[in-house]
């Protein structure tokens, strides 16, 4: 194996080696995404059957209903997981003041997120294909029945959420333990502008704007035509990918700024103090 | 070629100067302590010397690798150790030796953990998970981490403090031992005075980040007539040799 690859690695086996020493990490991968299926699921289930007995209600309209809002909250999982996968993989170098030892290794900053984005991937999976599995089971609802486009759909989602995961670790390397909040709740802060559960049409025009740049709602508009036209809007996964490209620059030169400053500022010995 | 050269190494902190100019250098296979009180600039230097700080100026090489541009492949041959920084405490101890021989990119890796295991008296620690061990056990742990990629510089920041006196003179002695074995070059920063004199080839006394003096223990006994490190330390902390000399005349 090349030295990087098993440095990468050595990162990797370091995370697997805790999930598989700790069931309540590995219970907490899928036990939101889950909960969160669960929940939405009835709430689908609830008002596809108001939609199909209401006058003039279908269906088949009903259906659309109940399966763009199931495949909007597992889709939005995706990007949620994996940017909290990158966020706490790395917190967790912090909380067992380890990150000393990692930086003075021969470890160079790209194998780091290298690593982080493996343990993301993993912990994405983890999460998110039990409660697919629950959403199949239980409301008979198949996300891959879209298609292969399923699998452009999640590389985007993941695109975005890893970006935004190097935005929040260089905030982490600024502001130190402070900014940890911001691993779990600054997804949720975008999610009005990524148009999960509603058209962006429904967005009032400033909002519109602020969505446009979001690559999450190109993807969500995208599925939404999957599911009812049975389309691929290929012009919305091309945006949403520029768009990705766009993000994970910006992130990446604002982790390397950030990196750098904090090797400056003597800040990663007393990070997580 | 000498392991470590420092040239005009200097940090500061906005109006604080935590390192003032330093220049030395540290011959292969020699141990060099670094003395000084709090805040005189030890932990400081060793950031740098190990890539994790920026120096405001000056430069360092190590193995004659520059590292404000090729930090890594100095790295790789070198290693660090503190109690100051942890293990992953949830991890056995050969799980965290494994991310560090990955890490180091470590040949035949499970035998270098089970030789060092024997070297280091600690075969029956290597299922324990590395939170549950006691201070003394974690210092042997760190060494092993610290000894993993067999480096040809050693890092050591304080490496026996918190130790009762018995583990910390095992550690000292095998210190002792391993480098005349593998003729490592070491720098050593401790408040243990006994500690450096016995294992420092060369001291170099900080204060208020700039070096006050050097010399070996055996030269810098004798310049300040003092029967042990600890009574120089003072001197020079308290800026009792100054005194004595007015006093004198």
């Known amino acids: ?273 | 070629m000498n392991a470590i050269d420092v040239a005009g190494l200097t940090k500061r902190y906005g109006s604080i100067l935590a390192v003032d100019g330093l220049d030395f250098s540290v011959p292969m296979g020699a141990t060099l302590g670094l003395l000084g009180g709090n805040g005189a600039g030890k932990t400081t230097t060793i950031a740098m010397l190990l890539g994790l700080l920026i120096p405001t100026a000056g430069s360092i090489r190590v193995l004659g690798h520059d590292m404000a541009s090729d930090r890594f492949a100095a790295l790789q041959r070198m290693n660090f150790s503190s109690p100051y920084v942890s293990l992953p405490a949830r991890l056995t101890v050969a799980e965290n030796l494994r991310i560090y021989g990955h890490l180091y990119d470590v040949p035949r890796l499970e035998h270098r953990i089970g030789a060092l295991a024997a070297e280091l008296d600690m075969t029956e620690l290597l299922g324990r998970p590395a939170g549950q061990l006691s201070a003394g056990q974690k210092t042997r742990v760190a060494l092993a981490k610290a000894l993993i990629n067999r480096p040809e510089v050693l890092l050591l920041d304080e490496p026996t403090a918190s130790l009762d006196p018995d583990t910390g003179d095992w550690v000292r002695t095998w210190l002792e031992r391993y480098r005349a074995e593998s003729g490592c070059t070491i720098l050593l920063a401790s408040h243990n005075m006994a500690e450096v004199e016995r294992l420092c080839d060369d001291v170099l006394m900080l204060k208020q980040g700039r070096i006050v003096d050097r010399g070996s223990p055996t030269a810098l006994l004798g310049r300040y007539g003092r029967d042990d490190l600890e009574e120089v330390f003072l001197d020079i902390a308290r800026d009792r040799r100054a005194a004595r000399a007015e006093a004198a005349t």
């Open chain 1, 1 to 273: 194996m090349k030295p990087a690859f098993r440095r990468v690695w050595g990162l990797l086996y370091r995370h697997l080696a805790l999930y598989r020493r700790s069931w309540p990490r590995l219970l907490e991968l899928a036990y939101w995404p889950v909960l969160q299926m669960c929940i939405w699921g009835f709430t689908a289930r609830f008002l596809a059957q108001r939609i199909a007995a209401a006058p003039g209600g279908s269906l088949h309209a009903a259906a659309l209903a109940g399966s763009a809002l199931l495949g909007g909250v597992l889709l939005w999982e995706v990007a949620l997981r994996s940017q909290m996968g990158v966020a706490i993989a790395f917190m967790e170098e912090i909380w067992s003041r380890n990150l000393g030892h990692v930086f003075v290794s021969p470890l160079r900053p790209w194998e780091l997120v290298g690593a982080l984005l493996g343990v993301s991937l993993a912990r994405m999976l983890a999460g998110v294909l039990p409660a697919i599995g629950v959403a199949y089971l239980l409301y008979a609802f198949n996300l891959f029945a879209l298609g292969p486009v399923v699998v452009l759909f999640f590389a985007n989602l993941m695109m975005m959420g890893w970006a935004v995961a190097l935005g929040v670790i260089s905030l982490i390397l600024r502001h130190g333990a402070g900014a940890e909040a911001l691993a779990w709740s600054v997804l949720f802060g975008l999610t009005p502008f990524a148009a999960v559960f509603y058209p962006v049409a429904v967005l009032p025009a400033p909002m519109r704007a602020l969505a446009f740049i979001v690559p999450a709602s190109h993807v969500f508009e995208g599925m939404r035509a999957a599911l009812i036209s049975g389309v691929t809007r290929w012009d919305q996964l091309g945006l949403a990918f520029g768009l990705n490209l766009v993000w994970i620059a910006a992130a990446t030169a604002l982790f390397a700024y950030q990196f750098r400053e904090a090797r400056r500022r003597g800040a990663l010995l007393g990070i997580g103090e």
